[in-house]
């Protein structure tokens, strides 16, 4: 325990100006002293002063030319935190807020959140701090085949797999794809996400939030009830918000919020996904242009959508996104369930506080797997030269959310965490890697 203290004064003092990095650490640290109480023989202390340290960070100038021939200039980031169970795998994030630290915590989440999975995958993260909102798309181009000039020699099918994540999607990552093969003169799977005319796999789109629902849907199960006839409210409106959206209302749920980062829209009859679809993949709108065609549907401009009551949460967009404030309020209008589909959306009191009120909570790096687990059945797809079906992907998918779910629940139990399940997450996860790294020395 002193020992476990020590190393985050450490971990601290080495990055001093990383709040959201340390924010990470001290959650999984919090998790592992639960194993310095319990097996002091497995927290393998001498790895875990290893492991919070990354591999390799690259971090480079892009360089880009606007529509207007103006010269614009942004920073790329790539951490490769973990290579102990496989290549490195992680996502690009293109946001104006990306910096070290928020890519450091990203990876350093990625390292359990892939160990999980049961796939070999290690952990990285990467991105920008381009914003590709309100540009055109010769200028995305642009600026992706910049990226990827300085970027392709650190990555590989064998060594570094990335993919997408906030700001990267279909069109970003077939512009870096594009650029990766023309400079190595070679095709292969050195990125998922991939578009299916090109390597990639069906059910990728919809992976992270049909998965979210199904480990939803399995912690929900082993409580003896389902997401039939509950209320949802799930917050942004990206590529997580829409699939888990559609996973829950299959599943019998009603969805009442979306959001972006301008506010929220709260539509009492339930969303109506077409029309976000609509919005959000085709014109790459604002998530208020919803009530054009739903005009019962209310937006709240600057807000996020905890105020509405509900059954369950899910919190979609970024991190840091449901404070004590909105968890208090969560559990006052009764919710019974938040399980994240964002990195770090719940901040740590809030976390406390949903776990002293016995709310069912499921951490992201387990609960938000299942794009990173489908990206792994990716690569296998690419490296057998195969297809599956839609069927097949989704299958493997629910099979390893459903897991990654008991996992978590058994970890947790055996520690004497019972319900508890970031607990059971961090304690798994962790003693896969660690036991992968003694076995290979001191690397
Ligand atoms: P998208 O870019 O597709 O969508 C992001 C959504 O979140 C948008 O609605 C966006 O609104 C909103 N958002 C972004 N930043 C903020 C902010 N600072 N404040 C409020 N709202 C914000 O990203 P994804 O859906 O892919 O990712 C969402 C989350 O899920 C992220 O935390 C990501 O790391 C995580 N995740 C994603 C995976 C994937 O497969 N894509 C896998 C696992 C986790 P706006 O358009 O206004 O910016």
């Not at 200039?73 to 935190?81: A, D, K, L, S, T």
């Not at 709108?285 to 549907?297: F, N, S, T, V």
């Not at 299942?370 to 299958?395: I, K, P, Y």
Request: net charge negative.
């Amino acid at each position: 325990m002193t020992d476990l203290k020590a190393l985050y004064e450490t971990v601290k003092q080495r990055n001093a100006n990383d709040a959201e990095f340390l924010q990470a650490v001290e959650e999984v640290f919090e998790s592992l002293s639960v194993i310095a109480d319990v097996h002091p023989e497995k927290l393998y202390e001498d790895v875990l002063s290893r492991l919070v340290e990354p591999e390799r960070q690259i971090i480079f100038r892009v360089p880009w030319v606007d529509d207007n021939g103006k010269t614009q200039v942004n920073r790329g980031f790539r951490i490769q935190f973990n290579s102990a169970i496989g290549p490195y795998k992680g996502g690009l994030r293109f946001h104006p807020s990306v910096n070290v630290s928020i890519i450091k915590f990203l990876g350093f989440e990625q390292i359990f959140k892939n160990a999980l999975t049961t796939l070999p995958m290690g952990g990285g993260k990467g991105g920008s701090d381009f914003d590709p909102k309100g540009k055109s798309d010769a200028e995305v181009m642009r600026f992706c085949q910049s990226f990827m000039t300085e970027l392709y020699r650190h990555i590989g099918p064998n060594t570094d797999v990335p993919a997408g994540d906030i700001g990267v999607g279909g069109r970003e990552i077939g512009y870096l794809f594009g650029q990766y093969k023309r400079i190595q003169n070679e095709f292969s799977g050195v990125l998922t996400g991939k578009g299916l005319t090109y390597g990639g796999s069906l059910v990728r789109t919809e992976a992270t939030g049909y998965g979210l629902c199904y480990f939803t849907e399995a912690m929900l199960k082993d409580k003896g009830t389902s997401f039939e006839n509950k209320t949802v409210v799930i917050s942004g409106s990206g590529n997580v918000a829409i699939y888990a959206c559609q996973k829950a209302q299959e599943l019998g749920a009603k969805v009442v919020t979306l959001s972006d980062s301008s506010g929220f829209i709260y539509d009492p009859n339930g969303i109506d996904l077409a029309t976000v679809k609509d919005i959000k993949e085709v014109r790459r709108g604002r998530i208020k242009e919803y009530l054009e065609m739903h005009p019962d549907a209310t937006y709240t401009e600057g807000a996020r959508p905890w105020s509405i009551p509900c059954d369950i949460a899910l919190p979609c967009a970024t991190q840091n996104e449901l404070n004590l404030e909105e968890a208090k309020e969560l559990v006052k209008n009764g919710v019974m369930a938040v399980c994240e589909g964002a990195n770090m959306p719940t901040t740590p009191d809030a976390i406390h506080y949903l776990l002293e009120n016995k709310i069912l909570y499921a951490p992201g790096k387990a609960s938000n797997a299942g794009g990173v687990a489908c990206s792994g059945l990716e690569m296998s797809q690419n490296a057998e030269h195969l297809s599956w079906t839609f069927e097949d992907v989704d299958r493997k998918l629910k099979d390893i959310m459903v897991n990654i779910f008991e996992t978590c629940r058994d970890t947790a139990a055996e520690y004497g965490h019972p319900d508890q399940y970031v607990v059971g997450a961090n304690i798994a996860s962790y003693l896969k890697v660690a036991e992968a790294m003694k076995a290979q020395g001191c690397v």
